[in-house]
């Protein structure tokens, strides 16, 4: 992998730095403590046990009176001391099922024992009886209503957007294409299974802890669950293995279990999951149907857009509505449309639930908008690059939801800096011809080396993604980050964001190091715990830098303003803060400071209408992929990547990168080998040996460029990176096989199977264009 950064401004001392990973040494080492490692007196495990029909009626749960459960924790719905929901956005999803079962796996009975083996046997030993309902298990069956599972039309829901007439410039346009696009689940697959270890406190509360993402999440839904104030409640993250967005409103699930289970034993209670009750339990992202209409003139100009999304939620609406909204947003992708119609529902079918993923919805609407533009470009006998060049954003244009781009608008530049890069023209041209030769040398009966048929192509995409909460969202979290002195005169970060793998630790420290003149090692970030550090927001929607980040420098300098104030010195150096740490300490006591979010003036948007500023400041990506496609086994292998993305500043180069190429690889999975495969609601690969994800070995060589153009609204001009990678690589990847084979893909993953298919539909052996 190789990596072009900017050189960091000789001004700044900790950003623009790749210095060492501050919870490296531990995590490399094996000295860091997830949960499964953490210890305790008593402990018992827990396990759940999960309905085997995708919809039905719950007639009886029954335990075997031929087996010994006297020493075995039995938990069901009656046991909740408070609502039996997990609460997120609505209220419809139960913790444990009592009446009816609307999905595979759903949770209904809990089990705690000393022996796991003794456990796994107890679940045996629960009989559940069940009426069987029909179930509604695809998108089209929900939208024709083969039975009604939410409201009256089981649209979990509704997004529309509009801007100008789009029937009008539809008509005006000279060319008008449409198409049907099809993009299906995908499982997150963290490096650590999803766990809670939950305790009962002599006081009568809970204490909890696990692998999450947004801990303040999970207190909130322990309250409700529990019918316990606040501050009986306390919800503290382990070191986190991956989460990718499966562990953002997946562990108030799987914390409520884990409590339910302690409240009525009175013992410590580890539950975890393996893996392949992990991938058969939990969210996913949202699978989805797409049908574009797009009108665009001869020269190139985009006229119109008519976009209808469909995903689909899954039983219950968890995030469904802000995945969705993400989604419709990013519909129309970086490109100027004068008149743009897009109409987005979310609807409900009796699979498990879909709900947060890297991206959020954008991945999906952007994958079938850039395979349209292809399309487009293909309509009129046009070099997709130059389509893109002629209707690609820059500042002061206004996309679909009204919004005017004020700053930091980068398409054209990380277009042409990855073109460059990658030399793209040369080499579509290089294999243009090596095709042709190919193809001319078979039909004259000469077998290419080895026998083998092969063609090579190469694709581009461009896509935004917007940093932060959309909307109102932002003003609705009121996010703090607070900062205190440690009794030996440190500071200490307080904030509920959460360290999963993506460097928050590490960037935080270099962002308050360069307020308080310290190298970024002398700043402590507090583990996340609901009973220590403010409520910060969830670690989601590319947020974490841009706005909790810009919360901790406001703290790093009202510290160092207070310490000033106090010496009447500059606090520059780490001697000048040690002085003024320890003053303040011996004559003023503890020192803390605090931050809350203020929205920029400018930001204004209209829930109702889905108009105004949908978000203060959008990344842009490109990516340009090199594809080799056998055509007898269909199997496509990714030779090459090259990507710029422009995410502001980046505070820690390397792992810039490192979000990129993790994403950029997260996402050829998407476009090309992960696929999770049903069988009557149930998921049946649920496992790494059926469910394929790129290995090492996989993994092409990744270019990545790190463009710079900052914000306003982030510290030192940082925007968000972590989502926006997995936005690009699948429409890329479907470019170059079209331009390998001739064939346009519609439908993800591009699977041997789905490539075989079409290429025999296409009657084939043709080289691209």
């Known amino acids: 992998m190789s990596t072009a950064t900017p050189k960091p401004r000789a001004k700044w001392a900790a950003v623009g730095h790749s ?77 444990l099922a009592h009446d009816d079962v609307r999905h595979q796996d759903e949770a209904i009975v809990l089990l705690a024992h000393e022996d796991p083996e003794y456990l796994l046997e107890a679940m045996k030993h629960v009989r559940i009886e ?37 029937a009008a410039g539809l008509a005006s346009a000279d060319v008008v294409v449409e198409a049907t696009y099809r993009f299906g689940h995908q499982e997150h697959l963290y490096i650590e299974n999803n766990g809670m270890i939950a305790v009962r406190t002599r006081d009568g509360g809970l204490h909890v802890r696990g692998s999450l993402q947004c801990p303040h999440y999970v207190h909130k839904a322990l309250c409700r669950a529990f019918a316990l104030p606040g501050d009986k409640v306390r919800v503290a993250q382990t070191v986190t293995g991956g989460g990718f967005g499966g562990k953002e409103e997946y562990p108030s699930m799987i914390a409520g279990h884990a409590a339910l289970l302690a409240w009525k034993s009175g013992r410590p209670v580890r539950l975890m999951y393996d893996r392949l009750e992990d991938i ?5 992202r949202h699978p989805g149907v797409i049908h574009i209409r797009a009108g665009v003139q001869r020269d190139g100009t985009l006229v119109a857009l008519e976009s209808d999304i469909v995903l689909d939620g899954g039983a219950y609406a968890t995030l469904s509505a802000v995945v969705l909204s993400r989604g419709a947003i990013h519909a129309g992708g970086p490109y100027r449309w004068p008149h743009a119609r897009i109409h987005a529902r979310v609807v409900a079918t009796n699979t498990p639930p879909n709900g947060a993923f890297r991206g ?14 292809d399309r487009l470009a293909a309509e009129l006998g046009m070099d997709p690059v130059d389509l893109r060049r002629r209707n690609a954003l820059i500042i002061g244009d206004i996309t679909p939801t009204g919004q005017t781009l004020h700053e930091s608008v980068s398409a054209h530049e990380v277009l042409e800096r990855t073109l460059e890069a990658s030399r793209f023209h040369a080499r579509r041209k290089e294999f243009t011809k090596a095709n042709a030769k190919a193809e001319a040398a078979e039909r004259a009966g000469r077998s290419s080396p080895g026998g083998r048929r092969l063609r090579r192509g190469i694709g581009c995409a461009l896509v935004y993604h917007g940093a932060g909460f959309t909307g109102s969202g932002e003003v609705r979290l009121a996010s703090k980050a607070a900062m205190e002195l440690t009794e030996d005169g440190w500071p200490r970060i307080l904030a509920g964001t959460t360290e999963i793998g993506q460097g928050t630790i590490t960037v935080f420290a270099q962002v308050a190091a360069e307020a308080l003149g310290l190298a970024p090692a002398r700043v402590q970030v507090a583990e996340p715990d609901t009973a220590r550090v403010p409520d910060s927001g969830p670690t989601v929607a590319s947020r974490t830098l841009m706005i909790v980040g810009a919360l901790v420098g406001e703290c790093a300098r009202d510290m160092r303003a207070a310490l000033e104030g106090l010496t009447g010195k500059p606090v520059a150096n780490e001697a000048a803060f040690r002085r003024a740490a320890k003053r303040w300490l011996q004559e003023r006591g503890p020192l803390r400071v605090e931050a809350k979010y203020r929205k920029p003036e400018f930001i204004q948007w209209n829930e109702d209408t889905y108009q105004g500023d949908a978000y203060g400041v959008f990344s842009y990506a490109a990516l340009v992929t090199e594809v080799e496609v056998d055509l007898d086994t269909a199997e496509t292998r990714v030779l090459d990547v090259t990507t710029a993305q422009d995410i502001g500043k980046a505070i820690h180069p390397v792992l810039a990168a490192g979000q990129i ?19 009557d609601g149930r998921v049946w690969n649920a496992q790494l040996t059926n469910y394929i994800i790129p290995t090492s070995a996989d993994a092409p060589p990744i270019h990545t460029i790190l463009v710079e153009n900052p914000t306003s609204l982030g510290p030192f001009g940082a925007k968000g990176v972590g989502e926006m990678p997995m936005d690009v690589p ?15 893909m519609t439908e993800i993953p591009v699977t041997p199977e789905r490539l075989r298919s079409a290429l025999r539909a296409d009657g084939n052996t043709r080289t691209g264009r």
């Open 360 to 373: 959020f919805g954008a991945p999906q609407t952007q994958f079938a908008l850039e395979c349209h533009i």
């Open 661 to 679: 190429e993790g994403g950029v690889l997260q996402g050829l999975g998407w476009a090309l080998l992960e696929e999770v495969r049903w069988k």
């Open 280 to 284: 058969a339990a939990t969210t996913k």
């Open 130 to 166: 069940y009426e069987p309902l029909e179930p509604v298990l695809t998108i089209e069956d929900s939208l024709a209503r083969k039975d009604v599972l939410y409201g009256s039309d089981n649209v979990f829901k509704t997004i529309h957007i509009e801007r100008g007439n789009t």
């Open 19 to 95: 210095v060492p990973k501050l919870d490296a040494y531990t995590k490399v080492t094996g000295a860091a403590v997830y949960v499964d490692d953490i210890p305790a007196a008593g402990m018992l495990h827990g396990r759940t046990v999960r309905s085997t029909i995708a919809r039905g009626r719950i007639c009886s749960v029954t335990l075997d009176p031929a087996f010994d459960w006297s020493a075995v924790t039995v938990v069901d719905w009656r046991d909740i001391p408070g609502e039996n929901v997990v609460a997120l956005i609505e209220s419809d999803q139960p913790l």
């Open 730 to 744: 699948a429409p890329a990847v479907v470019a170059a096989i079209a331009h390998a084979t001739g064939v346009r």
